[in-house]
């Protein structure tokens, strides 16, 4: 991808037509540079302080580019919605530390490890839509081995805390449509 | 890195400290004063809650006023007035005749309130500024919708629980929610409730333009350009609830004029052709001053409203 062109940069998830990028916040200089060079439109994101979103702990607004039927929408740290309404920030640093430790390729793009993906996954099932989505449970399900390792483990603790086991149980039992109420409803700490 | 997974709980100023209360779902419950913070487990936090709650209704010291009556929130919005309650007594008073305090900061009548237009459709009650803080999750509709299969399913009163309402004007102080449903369901029908009595004849609608006074057609003058009196002004110019002929302050020489009107001398009130004197002015002691002027220049009492 030209946008991305000596930039470190990692896909955190591609859906139709639009993809989440990771990039460093010391990179953006280069990045709209290479968007400007290669013809790519660069828009207000509909997530940003200007609609009344407030960006805690130091997270940085979000950019988008387009080209053609494609857009691109930047991150410079994995975001997470808060259950506080219009609030987003960075989920825990562990994370976005690991985000950059290691990646995988596939068709020649530089992706967010697996275990990366499969918490910003849940994270975004439970925190911005509330459901588990049919894609979304396929993956996770199809990765499951995942939720055991120990790597997983830690980052799962630094966003659900003492909920952790619990999702956990849940997900491996395939009891998804449950989750967000579940978790709402948890009292035990 | 913060918990995603926060609610704030409550959030209040006492004093010039912030205090708020953060359910971090998983970790624990936040509380905070200012930069301070205390950690509870949900298990601590219930009990605190309770021996607070026992605290307050004995400082309170009230034998009617229970926390199975009324909920928390009606007790702490009228806390600073505890100290003038002289008497809650029961009565019997029309749907109709009760007042609110809607979306425009006016005191109108019930059935002119925002809620009873959004359960007649007229008005989308998602889409106004009404009831900002809601439980997690529930937003205005559904907290309507709830309500309305409570009255329903259990009828009203429901145990102990009356809508309240003040000793003036009938303006509503607890269950506008509960008399919008009844009214939609059963219109102008009489209803006991309860009233709240407090000496010093307490105004909670200061600031409220009483519009359930005027009509659209009916002229006014308005006495007092204070804060009151712009309030009010600004209240009727984004309704049209009245037509304003005259602006009077006995501080006219001073104040001159506000948003391109001319600030007249009382004295010269009765130059103009009105139906309503509306006395715009916090303090309940200047208010009957007023009138009492405005009846010594021959006003008569039907036309003054405080």
Redesign the interface.
């Known amino acids: 991808m030209k946008l991305f062109k000596e930039i470190d940069y990692r896909i955190l998830g591609c859906k139709k037509e639009l993809c989440t990028v990771l990039c460093r916040a010391d990179e953006r200089k280069t990045l709209i540079i290479n968007a400007e060079s290669a013809g790519y439109r660069r828009k207000d994101h509909p997530i940003s302080s200007d609609r009344s979103y407030t960006f805690g702990y130091g997270l940085e607004q979000f950019d988008i580019f387009y080209i053609g039927k494609n857009a691109y929408e930047v991150v410079y740290q994995i975001p997470c919605f808060s259950l506080t309404e219009y609030y987003l920030i960075p989920l825990d640093k562990c994370i976005q530390k690991r985000a950059w430790e290691k990646y995988i390729l596939r068709e020649g793009e530089k992706w967010v490890c697996e275990d990366v993906e499969m918490i910003y996954r849940i994270a975004i099932s439970v925190f911005e839509e509330n459901i588990f989505s049919p894609e979304n449970r396929e993956w996770i399900i199809g990765h499951k081995a995942i939720l055991k390792e120990e790597i997983f483990d830690g980052m799962a603790k630094k966003v659900f805390f003492g909920y952790k086991d619990r999702l956990i149980e849940r997900i491996l039992a395939k009891d998804f449509d449950d989750i967000y109420l579940d978790y709402l409803k948890y009292t035990d700490y | ?8 709980l409550a959030r209040d100023q006492i004093g010039r400290h912030q205090v708020w209360f953060d359910d ?5 419950i936040h509380f905070h004063i200012d930069e301070w913070r205390i950690d509870f ?2 298990r601590e936090f219930l009990s605190f809650c309770e021996e607070v709650e026992d605290m307050v209704y004995e400082l309170i010291g009230h034998p009617e006023i229970k926390p199975e009556n009324w909920e928390a929130r009606f007790i702490h919005q009228i806390s600073p007035c505890l100290g003038h309650l002289k008497e809650i007594r029961k009565e019997k008073i029309r749907l109709g005749s009760i007042t609110v305090v809607d979306d425009s900061n006016m005191l109108v009548k019930l059935k002119d309130g925002t809620l009873v237009r959004a359960l007649e459709g007229v008005i989308d009650i998602n889409e106004t500024v009404f009831r900002k803080s809601n439980y ?2 529930e937003n205005n509709e559904i907290r309507m919708k709830n309500c309305m299969e409570f009255v329903k399913s259990h009828g009203y009163p429901y145990k102990d629980g009356y809508i309240t309402v003040a000793e003036k004007n009938n303006q509503i102080l607890d269950g506008w929610h509960r008399a919008s449903c009844l009214y939609h369901l059963f219109g102008d029908k009489e209803i006991e409730v309860k009233r709240f009595c407090f000496d010093d004849e307490i105004s909670f609608s200061t600031f409220s333009f009483p519009a359930y006074r005027v009509n659209k057609d009916q002229k006014i003058v308005l006495y007092g350009a204070g804060y009151v009196g712009r309030q009010f002004f600004e209240q009727i110019s984004s309704t049209g609830a009245c037509k304003i002929v005259a602006w009077a302050d006995q501080n006219h020489e001073h104040i001159k004029e506000i948003n391109g009107i001319h600030i007249i001398n009382p004295q010269a009130i009765t130059d103009f052709e009105f139906d309503y004197i509306v006395i715009a002015n916090a303090d309940h002691r200047t208010k009957h001053e007023i009138s009492d002027y405005l009846l010594m220049m021959g006003v008569p009492q039907e036309k003054i409203i405080i």
């Open positions: 890195m913060s918990n995603p997974g926060v609610i704030k971090n779902i998983g970790e624990s487990s949900i997690f999750g």
